[in-house]
Nanobody, 122 residues
Framework: QVQLVESGGGLVQAGGSLRLSCAAS????????MGWFRQAPGKEREFVAT????????FYDDSVKGRFTISRDNAKNTVYLQMNSLKPEDTAVYYC???????????????WGQGTQVTVSS
């Protein structure tokens, strides 16, 4: 089992920045690829970014490419999502997830955090 706890969400004006963190405990963190997903009210959960177990590979959804950066610190069992140039359409609950491979699909992740709210005002 892997337990994941997100933090760092909040209210920010459009154009601002936030950094989300996801702290992992339980099984060996570096065994897992990590992903960030988000879910807005009334919408499906959607892929944001993912990073391989080593941090050597990262992938982003086109909607956040160039604005968001995913990174990880295996010594601290933590994955981060740096979000810059935030837009109102980025408003959602953001979830981190752990899986065996760095992929876009929600169904390929085995463990999920409880989520952290990000609200971007116009």
């Amino acid at each position: 089992q892997v337990q994941l706890v997100e933090s760092g969400g909040g209210l920010v004006q459009a154009g601002g920045s936030l950094r989300l963190s996801c702290a992992a405990s339980g099984r060996t963190f570096s065994d897992y690829a990590m992903g960030w997903f988000r879910q807005a009210p009334g919408k499906e959960r959607e892929f944001v970014a993912t990073i391989s177990w080593s941090g050597g590979s990262t992938f982003y959804d086109d909607s956040v490419k160039g604005r968001f950066t995913i990174s990880r610190d295996n010594a601290k069992n933590t994955v981060y999502l740096q979000m810059n140039s935030l837009k109102p359409e980025d408003t959602a609950v953001y979830y981190c997830a752990a899986g065996s491979r760095a992929r876009r699909s929600v169904s390929l992740y085995d463990y999920w955090g409880q989520g952290t709210q990000v609200t971007v005002s116009s």
